[in-house]
C-alpha cells in the first residue's frame, strides 16, 4: 500500500508539472520575437497586463535577494506559480539591493531617487516602470514623485529612453559606445514590450527601436552588459551575472484533483 501512496503522489506531480508546461506554451510562445533593425539583432517580448500577470522580485520571505531566476522559479513554484518570462528589472547596489525605487505587493521598499549623479542610472532623467490595477506605465522619476503615485508594484532605471515621444536629449547618433542592452517600454495600448539586444548596440539606437518599432512614447533602460533574459520557450535562462530587482510575467499552476477529491 505504502508503494501505491507513493507512486500515487508521483503520478500526481507529474500530472500538475505536465499542466504547467502545458501552461508554459500559451501566451509564452506567442509573447517573444526577433526582429533586427538597421543590423541589430533583438528579442523583443510583449505583454498585455491587463490579462497577464506581471510583477516586480528582489528577495524571498526570508528577506534574502533572488539573485537570479532559478531561485525566483523555485519560490514561485512554493506558491503554485510558475515563470513566464523574465529579465533583470533595475540596476543594484554590491549588495544587490536596488538603487532606486522598488515597491513590492504595494509596500514601498525602496523610496524614489531624483538626483543628479555618475552613471547610467543618474543620466537624467531616469524613469520609473509600475504597475497598478493591471495598467502598466513608464514616468519620468520627478514627475513620478509629483504625483504620489501608489503602485502595486514598480521598479526604477535609468536613464530614459524615451520620453514622450522624444529620444533621451543626450544620445549620441554615432556615439561609439556599442553594449548589450535591455529595456521596456509601454506602447498606445497599454502593452508592455521587454527587449534585449542580441548584438552590442548604442542608446540612440536602443531608443529608436521602442519609438520607431514598437510604438512606445515611453521607454526605460533596464541595464547593459549584465542584461539577462528567462525565456522557457526559447531554452533561455541566463545565470552568468547575479541580479537585484527582477520584472517577471507569472502564471498559476492548476489545481488538479486527485483520486481522493482532494488537492495535492
Same mark, same amino acid.
Given at each position: ?11 500526481? *506531480? ?7 508546461? *502545458?501552461?508554459?506554451?500559451?501566451? *509564452? ?8 533593425? +538597421? ?26 535577494? $533572488?539573485?537570479?531566476?532559478? !531561485?525566483?522559479?523555485? +519560490? ?8 513566464? $518570462? ?34 547610467? $542610472? ?13 495598467? *502598466? ?13 501608489? !503602485?502595486?508594484?514598480?521598479? +526604477? ?61 515611453? !521607454? ?34 492548476? +489545481? ?9
Amino acid at each position: 500500500m505504502r508503494i501505491q501512496r507513493v507512486f500515487a503522489r508521483r503520478l500526481v *506531480a507529474a500530472i500538475m508539472l505536465a499542466a504547467a508546461t *502545458a501552461c508554459l506554451s500559451g501566451p *509564452a510562445t506567442a509573447a517573444c520575437r526577433d526582429l533586427v533593425v +538597421q543590423s541589430a539583432g533583438y528579442t523583443v517580448c510583449s505583454f498585455d497586463p491587463k490579462t497577464e500577470e506581471i510583477r516586480v522580485y528582489h528577495s524571498d520571505p526570508e528577506g534574502k535577494p $533572488f539573485s537570479g531566476f532559478d !531561485a525566483l522559479v523555485r +519560490q514561485l513554484w512554493e506558491e503554485r506559480h510558475y515563470l513566464v $518570462f523574465a529579465t533583470n528589472g533595475g540596476m543594484y547596489h554590491d549588495d544587490l539591493s536596488p538603487v532606486g525605487l522598488f515597491v513590492e505587493y504595494g509596500i514601498e521598499r525602496r523610496p524614489i531617487s531624483t538626483k543628479a549623479g555618475w552613471g547610467n $542610472f543618474h543620466l537624467l532623467p531616469n524613469g520609473v516602470f509600475s504597475l497598478k490595477d493591471g495598467k *502598466a506605465a513608464i514616468t519620468e522619476s520627478r514627475r513620478y514623485a509629483r504625483r504620489h503615485v501608489a !503602485a502595486d508594484y514598480a521598479t +526604477q532605471s535609468g536613464p530614459m529612453l524615451v520620453i514622450d515621444g522624444a529620444l533621451h536629449p543626450r544620445f549620441l547618433p554615432d556615439s561609439d559606445s556599442f553594449k548589450i542592452r535591455n529595456g521596456v517600454g509601454v506602447d498606445r495600448d497599454g502593452k508592455v514590450h521587454f527587449v534585449i539586444s542580441n548584438t552590442p548596440v548604442r542608446f540612440y539606437d536602443f531608443a529608436r527601436l521602442f519609438r520607431d518599432t514598437l510604438g512606445c512614447p515611453n !521607454a526605460l533602460y533596464l541595464d547593459g552588459t549584465i542584461s539577462s533574459a528567462y525565456i522557457p520557450e526559447r531554452g533561455r535562462r541566463d545565470r552568468l551575472f547575479p541580479l537585484g530587482p527582477i520584472i517577471a510575467v507569472i502564471g498559476t499552476v492548476p +489545481q488538479l484533483s486527485s483520486g481522493s477529491g482532494r488537492t495535492p
